[in-house]
């Protein structure tokens, strides 16, 4: 093993930041004795640190160059400390338990491979760097798992990886890309804020809480198809700065975190962040879904009140004309099937009174007007005729009160081919 000097450490190519405070050498068998003592060891530099066996007293070590430590199946019955710290390419062996939980806070993992490691309590890795690849594997959380501000300056990965707590990545910094591999998050995912230079990629991943995204900054490909949803996960991505986000509708649908709490302004900006995602991934049907839902979600957060009836009428005719009508210029099968149900409508109110139009001869000339054969006959035409034609589709006008719904079902024929044919237009053009 070369020298290294008291600020920088060079292991394989890769630089270590070190604290300018000068760490004396320490022989693995005197930093042992002084852990089972129970005394703090700080600023030393010990090479090969065997950690072996059940250890019963509380762990602290502050500024302490570790290099090669060795984990060989210990326990730790009292809580762990290892605070600025530096552990180049440590060993794990078997399974490692941290019974009181695992302070790293302010730590460097250079070339780390971080195996089969149990923490009971909280896993505090706050601020901490890594330095080449840093790999967890088969590791269990059973408290909060913090990675808050840390910076992994090359890849970092997690491969069935278990968090019973949250799994806390805010504002976490990747200078290459972060990778969760079939790992299971038992309650939430948070890399809010997080800074993450290449892919994101979440692979046969379960997440039982809220997959949360907020304001990170993704500029690569964020590969979320590959999420697993629990019964009970959601989603965020209010703020965030992403323009390739793969994810199906099927696994957003009704799992937005703001939709749910009602948080219909926020919702809005998300559907909106979604839908330039798909448009730039050239994906124009999932394009036209987060369109529909954003559409939906500002409608929704429009203020209305029964003091003012018109917000109430202006908030009816949205729904009934560009959601039901159209699905706001994303679905020219719903105009379509909307119309049916407007001329099977107006035609029950014209076979209701069907004496009251305007008939040159009936269908079945042998049969009385009243018959059902003639009215269901002479109300679909009438409806029909009405509604693709407006009222120039009948000779005469009606008698009395029937003119009113030949005149709405006039306007409404009028309005709803406008709504398709902007729809299809729409489609065909893209």
């Known amino acids: 093993m070369s020298c290294m000097s008291e600020t920088n450490h060079q292991t394989d190519g890769t630089q270590v930041q070190q604290d300018v405070v000068a760490r004396q050498p320490m022989t693995p068998e005197q930093a042992w004795e002084r ?6 060891i700080e600023n030393a530099k010990i090479e090969r640190l065997l950690f072996r066996g059940e250890l019963a007293q509380p762990v602290r070590m502050k500024n302490c160059l570790l290099i090669r430590p060795t984990f060989d199946h210990a326990t730790f019955k009292h809580d762990v400390n290892l605070n600025n710290c530096v552990l180049d390419r440590p060993i794990f062996r078997q399974t490692t338990h941290f019974e009181q939980g695992l302070n790293v806070s302010s730590s460097t993992f250079n070339q780390a491979l971080i195996l089969d490691v149990h923490v009971t309590g909280v896993f505090n890795a706050g601020n901490c760097v890594g330095t080449g690849s840093l790999q967890f594997v088969r590791c269990r959380f059973d408290g909060l798992a913090r990675f808050w501000d840390s910076h992994f300056r090359s890849w970092a990965s997690f491969k069935e990886c278990m968090f019973h707590d949250d799994a806390d990545f805010r504002s976490v910094q990747c200078d290459q890309g972060l990778k969760l591999t079939e790992c299971h998050f038992h309650r939430g995912l948070l890399l809010r804020g997080a800074t993450i230079e290449k892919k994101l990629e979440p692979e ?68 909106g962040l979604l839908k330039k995602s798909y448009e730039n991934l050239h994906r124009y049907d999932q394009e036209d879904w987060a369109f529909y839902r954003f559409k939906i979600n500002q409608r929704r957060g429009v203020g209305r009140s029964w003091k003012k009836p018109w917000t109430k009428f202006n908030q009816f005719c949205n729904w009934l004309l560009l959601d039901l009508g159209c699905g706001y210029g994303t679905n020219p ?29 009936l269908p079945f000339p042998e049969l009385p007007l009243t018959a059902w ?49 902007v729809a299809f237009s729409r489609k065909v053009i893209r």
């Open 35 to 40: 852990l089972q003592k129970g005394q703090p």
């Open 333 to 361: 099968r719903r105009a379509i099937l909307t119309a049916f149900v407007i001329i099977g409508l107006f035609a029950s109110v014209y076979m209701y009174e069907i004496q009251l139009l305007h008939i040159e001869k």
């Open 373 to 421: 054969q003639n009215r269901l006959l002479i109300s679909l035409m009438a409806s029909v005729t009405v509604f693709t034609s407006g009222l120039s589709g009948i000779r005469d006008m009606a008698q009395g009160w029937m003119n009113i719904p030949l005149l709405i079902e006039s306007l409404l024929g009028t309005l709803l081919w406008g709504l398709f044919i």
């Open 204 to 271: 046969r991943s379960q997440v039982d809480g809220i997959f949360d995204l907020s304001k990170a900054k993704l500029h690569d490909f964020a590969y979320l198809e590959g999420v697993v949803a629990g019964p009970k996960q959601t989603w965020a991505f209010l703020n965030a700065v992403a323009e390739r986000i793969l994810i199906q509708p099927e696994q957003l649908e009704g799992r937005l975190s703001s939709e749910q709490n009602r948080d219909y302004t926020a919702a809005m900006q998300e559907y």
